[in-house]
């Protein structure tokens, strides 16, 4: 899980490849009011349901063969690309034990994308519009892996056990949240792979990192070709 603004993970469980996702939401611990954005592999009312006794939202794309009955159509402005805002209650044989309360469904079309979206919340306050706009976040997350496999070196593995597997991947991570924090805490402009390259070429410099990473001449040209020795003093 990412905190929304800051792209820094809030919670991170390393896995085999054989367990499915969705158990991960049992070792989750929902905080109140939180939102809790997620793709249709985590749809599980039973679990659903634990986060919204939790008082926690959550905002999850429907699968297609959801069986539901509409309770209420609420007004919604087609415009801003919102088809549909609808109170529904399950009615599957066991889907409507599992979470016996309402469920709002918002199907929302990107025309910039040309995609349907067809989601479920159980928050029932917010616009319809942002809705779609929370589930758009869950990108963040794909950046967060793509940027970690990119950048962080965890493409092959010094050792093969599950401690050594482990022990890399926490701490690519890491290095991934501490460059973040200082991002954020500095409130500094440059990627995340500029200012982890002119960390890692500056460890031994005592300065200041405020100061270090505000100097106009760490700049990407410099980061690659710092290491790269002449091969004619010409």
């Known amino acids: 899980m990412l905190e929304i603004h800051s792209t820094i993970p809030v919670f ?37 349901y634990r986060l919204h006794t939790a008082l926690a939202f959550f905002v999850i794309r429907s699968k297609g063969n959801l069986a539901f009955r509409r309770r209420y159509s609420h007004p919604h402005d087609r415009t801003s690309g919102v088809r549909s805002d609808q109170t529904i209650v399950l009615t599957g044989p066991k889907t409507a034990t ?6 709002r469904r918002v199907h929302y079309y990107s025309a910039e994308r ?19 706009a ?6 963040q997350i794909e950046l967060f892996f793509k940027w970690i496999k990119q950048h962080l070196r965890i493409k092959s593995f010094f050792g093969t056990s599950e401690n050594s597997v482990k022990t890399q991947i926490w701490i690519a991570v890491t290095v991934y949240v501490l460059v973040a924090i200082v991002k954020k805490r500095l409130g ?16 031994f410099e005592k300065t200041p990192i405020l100061s270090l990473l505000q100097q106009s001449h760490y700049n990407l040209e410099m980061v690659h070709d710092v290491n790269q020795l002449p091969l004619l003093e010409i």
Request: proline share 5%; hydrophobic share 50%; glycine share 4%.
């Open 98 to 103: 599992l979470y016996p309360l309402a469920l």
């Open 188 to 203: 500094l402009k440059q990627d995340l792979y500029t200012l982890l390259q002119t960390l890692s070429l500056t460890l």
């Open 12 to 48: 991170i469980a390393v896995t085999a490849g054989d367990v499915h996702e969705v158990n991960l939401l049992d070792e989750l611990q929902p905080e109140p009011g939180s939102f809790i954005v997620m793709d249709r592999g985590f749809v599980d009312f039973q679990r659903l």
């Open 134 to 139: 929370l589930y758009r976040y869950r990108w």
């Open 114 to 132: 040309e995609q349907r979206l067809v989601l479920l919340t159980n928050n029932f306050s917010i616009p319809a519009l942002t809705v779609a």
